[in-house]
């Protein structure tokens, strides 16, 4: 048995298909993958990302310990609320993880990161600290628990289930937070999120995790499960770790070089390794033209020598399949290139990675 979040009976109560993903109890479905990708499309969903972990990093040497420790840069932070996605590099430039930075005043920070790297990242954070000898505090936040409501509909729903909630949100915009106190205790409400949709993330104290949860569900907002955000992120051109990057890989030839900040006199972790980097691959899209499904680890065969497909699945939003593949950068969007599947080699055009933004579908 794994480990679960608080709200793991309730998806048995609703009779979900519990699956592992990485260490933790999941619900992969509550029924049809299918039917659950359209809600979030077209109306509104609700995921329980309590496995992912929320970590106060705090002191009077915050800002200046974040900005050696992320290759993105927490100076351009000055909002109460506004957060920042960024990857946290090893020196040889491999990524340690991808995660969002929400910055609250320069020396009180809070940063998401993934289920699967938890532990390694809050050894890593520890041990670059003491490195730098940062005056910093850095807290793991296991008292918390995250419901990321996304759709169209999603945040009027929301302010539905959560009286107070809209005046506290409403002005927000995209990638800024605020923190509420209501009848639930404290919540940050996150308009940020996974799907290419609107909607927000709620950090939520756990103990009042499975009220918040009815609350939405009373209000609309269906509960979806981890296949749907797979597609959905998918088709919105978001990375997942440990597919698309991992500490083999470095943000340049992970379709991430946006995150980076090589601001001039800026020293940040893996820095001098990107830097050096021949930029001889890149992460693009592809749209299989032929019939068949992508899946991650294909071969793909281009004029200018071969690459891998990184992440692929059926897109129930365009009725194809698609995929990230990691290809040589002299391949140019709207290129054919051929994907081995299952010994045969089919047409696939590259495109842009995000395929699906906000109900449209881009590629």
């Known amino acids: 048995m794994g480990k679960q979040t608080p709200l793991f009976d309730l998806h ?36 329980d990302v309590s496995h992912m972990l929320p970590v ?17 840069n927490v100076g351009k932070l000055t909002l109460p609320g506004k957060a920042l996605y960024s990857c946290m590099l090893q020196e040889d430039g ?13 020396d ?8 699967g790297t938890a532990d390694k990242d809050i050894a890593w954070m520890r041990t ?33 289930a959560l009286p107070g909630s809209q005046a506290a949100s409403e002005d927000l915009k995209p990638f800024q937070a605020a923190k509420w106190s209501g009848a639930f205790g404290e919540i ?21 995790a499975a009220e918040i949860w009815k609350a939405l569900e009373a209000a609309g907002v269906k509960p979806i499960g981890l296949g749907a955000r797979d597609t959905l992120r998918l088709e919105a051109g978001m990375n997942l770790y440990g597919s698309d990057m991992d500490e083999t890989k470095n943000p340049l030839e992970s379709g991430l070089a946006w995150t980076v900040d090589l601001t001039e006199g800026r020293d940040f972790i893996g820095r ?27 071969r793909v065969v281009t004029p200018h020598g071969e690459g891998e497909t990184t992440s692929g699945s059926f897109a129930p939003s365009m009725n194809a399949s698609i995929a990230f593949a990691r290809v040589p950068a002299a391949v140019q969007l709207g290129d054919t290139v051929e994907v ?21 579908v881009l590629a």
């Not at 106060?56 to 993105?72: C, E, F, I, M, P």
């Not at 696939?348 to 109900?359: C, I, P």
């Open 188 to 208: 940050m409400v996150c308009r940020t999120g996974y799907t290419g949709e609107d909607g927000f993330e709620l950090i939520v104290p756990a103990a009042h």
């Open 340 to 360: 081995d599947i299952r010994g045969k080699l089919l047409k696939a055009r590259v495109t842009k990675l995000s395929f699906v933004r906000n109900g449209k």
């Open 272 to 298: 001098a390794a990107l830097e050096a980097y021949d930029k001889s691959r890149q992460l693009v899209g592809l749209l299989l033209e032929d019939r068949g499904v992508l899946r991650g680890h294909m």
């Open 12 to 47: 048995v109560a609703a009779g979900a298909k519990i699956v592992d993903f990485a260490g933790w109890d999941m619900p992969i479905h509550y029924g049809s993958q299918l039917e659950e990708h359209h809600q979030v499309r077209r109306d509104a969903g609700m995921f």
């Open 128 to 160: 670059q600290a003491a490195k730098m000898g940062a005056n910093v505090t850095i807290e793991s936040r296991r008292d918390l628990a995250m419901i990321a409501v996304q759709g169209p509909n999603a945040r009027t729903k929301a302010w539905a």
């Open 108 to 115: 009180d920070y809070r940063i998401v990161v993934n289920a």
């Open 56 to 72: 106060d990093v705090s002191g009077a040497g915050a800002q200046a310990y974040l900005t050696k420790l992320l290759a993105n």
């Open 94 to 106: 491999g990524v340690v993880d991808d995660l969002i930075t929400y910055f609250f005043a320069p």
